[in-house]
């Protein structure tokens, strides 16, 4: 690790740092992540392992749009534990996620708990870039009401305050919802709210933009490109 040098933080989550850095054999900008290790004894965390994962499925895949071409290689002698430290460091990993990544089969250990998408807490372990729209969905919604959309404390917390906003799901809402091994019939049953109440100042089109990546059904999500394409974002200019 020698190699790199941090020029700034640019960003830190529930599950590490990451650090824009530069290659000092090649002078190439990267970013540099340390996931921290809570126990060592417990070895490296699933969600380090998904990481890397994901990353070598999208090794030789470039995107390029416009200004920018997004392709990183994760090198396994870059994936390091250091006892002393006890972090984790990620180098020339995955700055961009690739469009179209197949259903896989993973863990539940996946988004920080308040963008987490209802599948994956109601315990599906099959899931794709649709997690990735609803995040964005509870993301969006934050940006505008300056305060997080879902907070919620804990796994069965974090259902309980979405119920309270989306309304509780069931078959009619939600084709398949009570086959989900974390579905109880026991949840109180909440009515669903006007999301214009919730994001009041949104206008309109901002509504019905976020209410299709809030979708209950993973696969009746708006796509990222179709997002893009939709009247609230009309303004950014044509996406090709």
Same mark, same amino acid.
């Given at each position: 690790m020698d %190699? @790199?040098?941090k020029v700034e933080k640019i960003g830190e989550g529930t599950y590490g740092v990451v650090y824009k850095a530069r290659n000092r054999l090649t002078n190439n900008m990267i970013a540099l992540k340390?996931? #921290?290790l809570e126990r060592e004894d417990l070895g490296v965390p699933s969600t380090a392992i998904r990481e890397s994962f *994901?990353? %070598?499925i999208l090794r030789g895949?470039? @995107?390029c749009h416009s +200004? #920018?071409?997004l392709h990183r290689d994760l090198k396994p002698q870059n994936l390091l534990i250091e006892k002393h430290t006890n972090t984790l460091k *990620?180098?020339?990993f995955g700055l961009a996620r690739a469009f179209g990544i197949p259903i896989g089969t993973f863990t539940q250990e &996946? &988004?920080?708990l308040w963008y987490r998408a209802p599948e994956i807490l109601l315990g599906s +372990? *099959? @899931?794709?870039t649709p997690v990735d729209v609803w995040s964005v969905g509870c993301i969006f919604a934050e940006m505008v009401n300056q305060q997080p959309l879902f907070p919620g404390e804990s796994e069965i917390d974090q259902l309980r305050t979405i119920f309270r906003v989306l309304g509780t799901p069931n078959e009619e809402t939600w084709p398949g919802v009570t086959s989900f091994p974390h579905f109880k019939s026991s949840f109180t049953i909440w009515p669903r709210q006007d999301l214009a109440t919730v994001v009041p100042t949104l206008e309109p089109a901002g509504i019905d933009l976020l209410s299709k990546m809030l979708c209950w059904e993973p696969g009746k999500r708006i796509h990222a490109r179709e997002a893009l394409q939709h009247e609230y974002l009309k303004d950014l200019g044509v996406v090709p």
């Open positions: %190699q @790199y040098e340390k996931i #921290r *994901l990353c %070598q895949i470039a @995107y +200004h #920018r071409v *990620l180098a020339d &996946v &988004v920080t +372990h *099959l @899931y794709s």
